[in-house]
């Protein structure tokens, strides 16, 4: 039974460990993602600022010529800023669903592992009682072979002393009868 139950703490340990171990490689596959995804849109501003930095040195130089472009540019750059920005927040808004999802599985493992934690110390305190029934159950066998070993000397020594007396008796009437 306790062997069973050990069996069943370490079976149930082991699916924590096992399901923490996909967790974090579900964890590692999904930072990895978020980091290359932020990479590309680092690379992508860059990109877009050095884009930037031409245009600017263009218009600077035509001004006059150029104004009506620069509003649509201004335009255009407005709509690509709106983009970029509502990417970064779908990108915001999916990074906080990973980590409400990371946070839920982390509080779900942490009740498994307070479960398993409870069942062993439930297991550790059903043994403690069973080895304390064990121990006084030992200690009056152990009282019990000791009176018995007493009363089986106590018998050998009383067998011995009658034994002792019989045998004096036996002499003194084999002499008693000698002497008639």
């Given amino acids: 039974d306790r062997e069973e139950a050990v069996r069943r703490a370490e079976r149930s340990l082991e699916a924590v460990r096992t399901a923490l171990a996909q967790e974090a490689e579900q ?22 600022s050095r884009d930037r930095s ?6 600077q130089a035509a001004v006059k010529e150029l104004q009506l472009s620069l509003q649509g540019e201004a335009r255009e750059r407005s709509a690509e800023i709106g983009k970029a920005l509502s990417r970064c927040e779908e990108l915001h808004g999916s990074l906080e669903d990973e980590r409400r999802v990371r946070q839920q599985a982390v509080s779900e493992l942490t009740q498994q592992l307070s479960v398993a934690v409870d069942s062993i110390q439930e297991e550790q305190t059903l043994r403690s009682s069973e080895d304390v029934e064990l121990s006084q159950m030992v200690e009056t066998l152990r009282r019990g072979v000791e009176e018995a070993r007493r009363r089986a000397d106590e018998s050998e020594l009383m067998v011995g002393r009658l034994a002792h007396d019989l045998s004096r008796r036996l002499d003194e009437e084999a002499r008693a009868r000698d002497a008639e």
Wanted: proline fraction near 0%.
């Fill in 54 to 59: 031409a245009a600017d040195a263009d218009l």
């Fill in 27 to 48: 964890q590692a596959v999904a930072a990895q993602e978020a980091q290359r995804q932020l990479l590309d849109f680092r690379q992508a501003v860059s990109s877009e």
